[in-house]
Each structure stands twice: as structure tokens, then as C-alpha cells.
């Protein structure tokens, strides 16, 4: 049981190049989020689904496309990478029943020049 | 709207001294609490929660009260380790089940031997 796992750890960019973050889990889980993490200012929700085929916009979604073809996987596109989105991302999920506890993946670092 | 107000860190402190870590919040309504931790180089894990006034969460030593006369759910704990480094997030959740966690800064903890 690997939980939630991402791909890549860490990643530069050049401006206007384009990527996917890939966040996958094992666990069954209907609810995928995606989360930014940027110096004091904490985490904030980027995208999140409740199912296959059902996403969502959170907090901060400009810039960022996701789709939910499978229950596992939950990827995370930067159509035209800018420096405002250096950030570490984390991808996190949770069951339908477990309303208290998001289990996270260890985070992708990305560097965009 | 939601907000999360936690103590600026860094924290340093001695092996086996008492820890406090403030956190108050802002939000309409009756929100779930939570403190997360975050080891290095790992994701968030859930460290303890609390869904209602007066309730405490507690786990692995740690504790935090849901204070609604003071806004407040204020980390503790008796005697840290070393192993207790780490960052740590408080977080609220404003609607039951909603997805969108509201995220403090973050406070870094350094346990010295």
C-alpha cells in the first residue's frame, strides 16, 4: 500500500513550457485534491474531484487543468508555466466517509524561470 | 472569509521542554479544526482534530483545546523530542465534508538535544 504518490519531486521550468504533475493513489479513495504550498502564506486548494469524471475549482485554480479519468489518478496540468507558480504542490485524498483526514503525498518542487 | 492565524516560527527548543504553538481562526458558522504536522521531505499528516466546542484532540502527546469564546485551538505539548521536529500546520474546515481546508502559515519546530 503506497498511499499517495507524485511524480516528479522536483522540476524546472522554463517560462510558457507546459507539464503535468502526476498524483496517483492506492487506497480507493473518491476525493483528489491539489494543493500549492508557497512561504507564509500556508497551503491553498488548487483543483479538487469527488469522483471519476467530477472536478472542481478551489482557491486558486487560474492556470491549472486537471481531469479525473480513474479513481487512482488525479494529474495536474500547467498549460503555460509563469514564475507565480513556483511553488511546492501536494495532491492529497480521502475516502467519502473519512471527512477529518486528508492523507497527503510527499510534494512536487517546481522552479519556474 | 476563513482565515488562520498561527504563531511566526522558527521555534527552537530544548529536548524535554513544554511547547506551545498559538493558532486562532476566523469563520462564519461552526468549523472543524485541525493540526497538521509536517515531517521533512514528507507530505501532511493529520496530527489530531477537534469538530466542535470544548472537544480536545489529542495524539502522540500532543494536544489542542477548540476554544469558540477565544477563537482559538492553541497546540501543546508537556515534554518535546527531538523526533517532535518538524512544521506544523493548524487548519479549519468551514462546512461538514467540504473539501477546502483553510491553511495557517505554518510553524517550524526545532527540538535541540
Known amino acids: 500500500n503506497a498511499g499517495v504518490t507524485q511524480t516528479p519531486k522536483f522540476q524546472v521550468l522554463k517560462t510558457g513550457q507546459s507539464m503535468t504533475l502526476q498524483c496517483a493513489q492506492d487506497?480507493?479513495?473518491?476525493?483528489m485534491s491539489w494543493y500549492r504550498q508557497d512561504p507564509g502564506m500556508g497551503l491553498r486548494l488548487i483543483h479538487y474531484?469527488?469522483?471519476?469524471?467530477?472536478?472542481d475549482q478551489g482557491e486558486v485554480p487560474n492556470g491549472y487543468n486537471v481531469s479525473r479519468s480513474t479513481t487512482e489518478d488525479f494529474p495536474l496540468r500547467l498549460l503555460s508555466a509563469a514564475p507565480s507558480q513556483t511553488s511546492v504542490y501536494f495532491c492529497?485524498?480521502?475516502?467519502?466517509?473519512?471527512?477529518?483526514?486528508?492523507?497527503f503525498g510527499p510534494g512536487t518542487r517546481l522552479t519556474v524561470t | 472569509g476563513n482565515s488562520v492565524t498561527q504563531m511566526e516560527g522558527p521555534v527552537t527548543l530544548s529536548e524535554e521542554a513544554f511547547l506551545t504553538i498559538n493558532c486562532t481562526y476566523t469563520a462564519t458558522g461552526y468549523p472543524s479544526l485541525f493540526w497538521y504536522v509536517q515531517y521533512p521531505g514528507e507530505g501532511l499528516q493529520l496530527l489530531l482534530k477537534?469538530?466542535?466546542?470544548?472537544d480536545k484532540g489529542s495524539n502522540k502527546g500532543f494536544e489542542a483545546t477548540y476554544r469558540k469564546e477565544t477563537t482559538s485551538f492553541h497546540l501543546e505539548k508537556g515534554s518535546v523530542q527531538v523526533s517532535d521536529s518538524a512544521v506544523y500546520f493548524c487548519?479549519?474546515?468551514?462546512?461538514?465534508?467540504?473539501?477546502?481546508?483553510?491553511f495557517g502559515t505554518g510553524t517550524r519546530l526545532t527540538i535541540i538535544p
Open positions: 492529497a485524498s480521502r475516502t467519502s466517509g473519512g471527512l477529518y483526514e486528508q492523507y
Open positions: 487506497m480507493n479513495h473518491e476525493y
Open positions: 474531484s469527488v469522483g471519476a469524471g467530477i472536478t
Open positions: 487548519a479549519l474546515s468551514a462546512n461538514f465534508g467540504n473539501e477546502k481546508l483553510t
Open positions: 477537534a469538530t466542535k466546542a470544548d
